[in-house]
């Protein structure tokens, strides 16, 4: 899809940090953006107020977000997982069930999720998730597998969709399109490092980066090490 086919974006979870660098680069794009996230957080939005449609609800109920995509061209969605209600897959579900058909739909995530088992997982990485998966489910704050469901329906749709899988974050100024490849254990990926804000860019970006459709970028920031060692990699082009 072109960029002048892009015109109405909906952002899911649209308050929380990635989500509002996602409104940013939105709306720097001149998209018409339309904002979900807990009615508690529309003041997080305050900024962007008058340059946006916010619906306020959960982002797991499919009636808000039926009326949130109407008419979008494109889906953005912060597939976060919190609490022990199924939040992250009743968003992708509602989101997958209610989008227009050929929207082009991107869903955020780490690098935890896998699409095809083939990523190489180092021992501190899968020990901590494993780490952080028990201690969150024992607090009942964080439920990993649920992402990790939410991510199975959607590379099981037959949707437009891509769903990045982030690196760790950090804050900090843009430092351009992260880089990407397809599996986590390729050298590119090593530093294990990206700026939100480039996240977030990488995000909007894939809207109209048709290569991207029905792939599960890894990504890592752009002047990171292993993105510098490994400039001919297959990549986002900064
Ligand atoms: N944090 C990392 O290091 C990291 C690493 C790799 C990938 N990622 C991925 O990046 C994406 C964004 O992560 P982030 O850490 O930057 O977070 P974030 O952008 O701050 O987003 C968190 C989202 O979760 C919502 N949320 C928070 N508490 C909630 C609750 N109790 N119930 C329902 N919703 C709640 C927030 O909404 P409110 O504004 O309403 O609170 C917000 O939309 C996620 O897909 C994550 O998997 C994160």
Redesign the pocket.
């Known amino acids: 899809m072109g960029t002048d086919r892009m015109k109405k974006v909906c952002i899911v979870?649209a308050?929380?940090?990635?989500?509002q660098y996602m409104v940013r680069h939105a709306l720097d794009r001149g998209y018409e953006v339309v904002g979900v996230?807990?009615e508690?957080?529309v003041p997080?939005l305050a900024a962007f107020a008058d340059r946006m449609t916010i619906v306020p609800g959960p982002?797991n109920d499919p009636e808000v977000i039926r009326r949130a995509v109407a008419g979008c061209d494109g889906v953005l969605t912060?597939?976060?997982?919190?609490?022990v209600q199924q939040?992250s897959s009743g968003t992708a579900q509602a989101v997958l069930d209610h989008a227009r058909p050929g929207a082009r739909l991107v869903f955020?995530?780490?690098?935890h999720i896998t699409r095809d088992g083939k990523d190489r997982y180092s021992w501190m990485f899968r020990t901590a998730v494993r780490v952080v998966a028990f201690l969150a489910k024992l607090v009942r704050a964080v439920e990993i597998d649920d992402?990790v469901e939410a991510c199975r329906r959607v590379f099981a749709s037959d949707t437009r969709w891509t769903v990045v899988r982030?690196?760790?974050?950090e804050e900090g100024e843009s430092q351009g399109l992260p880089v990407w490849s397809r599996h986590v254990g390729d050298p590119v990926l090593a530093s294990n490092l990206t700026r939100?804000v480039d996240?977030a860019l990488f995000m909007v970006e894939a809207l109209t980066d048709d290569t991207l459709v029905r792939e599960a970028p890894a990504i890592v920031g752009c002047r990171t090490p292993s993105a510098l060692a490994h400039a001919d990699a297959p990549a986002g082009r900064a």
């Open positions: 979870g308050s929380g940090k990635l989500g996230c807990r508690r957080s997080k982002t912060v597939l976060a997982p919190w609490g939040y955020s995530c780490g690098w992402q982030g690196s760790d974050l939100r996240f």
